[in-house]
């Protein structure tokens, strides 16, 4: 498939399987946290997803003071032994029956803080392993298959481990995962040149430029900024409508809430992955109408999920809610590697992460109030009905500029 194509050069098929492990170990490691907070806090559990995506936010907005002047490998591979390590405090407190939430807090916003200096620095590796356009489309297409892929992995773990080892073991899985993806990017990024450092300021104003620098570069790219904007709405719904919602939720409606989870999980990532499939093998052409059509899937998706029973309309659902992933996702990719040149991606890649962990912090950190007021499900529904308004505001967005342009 037109998608595996840059498995066949060795340094991208190294630096792949590192994402792989990486993001599987995320994904599992988001799982556990939650898991583990739900039974000390119940649905105040929000809160520390809320200080999680805080510290992304908080990475992802300072981060570049690091990323743009280390060596990405080497920021790649510091962040995965330090999630590393902090992961396995979690799991020798638990051997110690010293798990606490004091403790869960700590390193939760300690490894969230790390975690968004990986893929900045990955996005701005890509190029130099993947210059010819075609493969680097290709590339792109099987790297955002990465975390579909951990979609289906992670949880497929839980599902597997549920029952073997105890939750707070999990974090022994998770320190694991990222070891051996230190171990893996190591193997390719140590023979890539020193990047060059492209500041034109030095002093204060390189720190500067490196913080609001992705964001000044967005002036004049509207289809863009739609894309920042709903995807704002679109990392909220996903944060309190299915990461923390339908914990939650299932907690209350189901037999066995975790293997359920798991399950649903695992099928959103089927359906990550087939849709990645399937675009990863044609033209990236009008991402406007992909952008929109993928808010609108995603908002229905979510909105669907309560009003049915049974893992089976768990999983239908949420695999029909999953096209929005690629369909998204693989859309931005390609505006922000044709829109700026790139020495600004990695600028503007932190830009976009920045947008979406502020999505998920201020959903998080809502989401106990409204559950509070409004019920779990009712609450799940409303935020799947912002994500498709969202769409349906950029349609109309973009029907109007281009009836203007035609008046003109």
């Known amino acids: 498939m037109f998608v595996l194509k840059p498995l066949m050069h060795r340094r991208i098929a190294s630096l792949w399987i590192g994402q792989v492990l990486a993001a599987t170990g995320a994904e599992f490691y988001a799982v556990a946290v939650v898991w583990v907070a739900a039974d000390l806090i119940g649905q105040d559990a929000g809160y520390l997803s809320a200080l999680q995506a805080g510290g992304l936010l908080a990475g992802s907005l300072f981060g570049g003071v690091v990323t743009d002047r280390w060596r990405h490998g080497t920021t790649m591979i510091a962040a995965d032994l330090m999630r590393a390590a902090l992961v396995l405090v979690l799991s020798v407190a638990g051997l110690c029956h010293a798990l606490s939430l004091p403790l869960l807090v700590a390193i939760a916003g300690s490894v969230s803080l790390i975690t968004a200096s990986f893929d900045p620095s990955l996005q701005a590796t890509l190029p130099s392993l993947a210059s010819d356009p075609v493969l680097r489309h290709a590339t792109n297409g099987l790297f955002d298959a990465t ?3 951990a979609r289906i992995v992670g949880p497929s773990l839980i599902a597997v481990v549920n ?3 105890p939750t707070a073991q ?4 998770t320190a694991a995962t990222f070891l051996l993806s230190a171990l893996a990017v190591r193997a390719v990024t140590r023979r890539l040149p020193i990047e060059p450092v492209h500041h034109a300021e030095t002093g204060a104003a390189a720190v500067i430029d490196s913080v609001v620098g992705g964001f000044r570069a967005l002036r004049g790219h509207p289809v863009v900024i739609f894309g920042l904007l709903s995807s704002l709405i679109a990392n909220g719904t996903w944060a309190i409508g299915y990461l923390l919602g339908m914990v939650l939720y299932l907690r209350q409606t189901s037999d066995d809430p975790l293997t359920s989870y798991g399950l649903m999980m695992m099928a959103y990532g089927i359906g990550n992955m087939a849709t990645n499939l399937i675009l990863a093998s044609m033209s990236p052409g009008r991402p406007a109408v992909r952008l929109v059509i993928s808010r609108i899937i995603f908002g229905v998706g979510i909105l669907l999920l309560p009003l049915g029973h049974g893992q089976v ?3 239908a659902v949420a695999g029909f809610a999953a096209i929005n992933g ?6 931005m990719l390609h505006l922000l590697q044709t829109c700026f040149p790139p020495h600004r991606l990695a600028q503007v890649w932190r830009t976009y992460m920045c947008v979406v962990f502020a999505g998920m912090f201020l959903a ?4 106990p109030a409204l559950f509070g007021l409004f019920g779990i ?3 799940i529904m409303a ?3 912002a994500a498709a308004l969202s769409g349906v505001a950029g349609l109309g967005f973009f029907v109007w500029r281009r009836s203007v342009a035609g008046a003109v």
């Open 377 to 379: 499900g009712p609450t």
């Open 313 to 315: 309309w768990l999983m």
């Open 163 to 165: 029952g073997i080892l």
């Open 170 to 173: 999990f974090f022994t899985v």
């Open 326 to 331: 690629p369909l998204g996702d693989l859309a």
């Open 383 to 385: 935020s799947g009905a």
């Open 364 to 367: 998080y950190l809502v989401a």
């Open 147 to 149: 975390k579909r892929m």
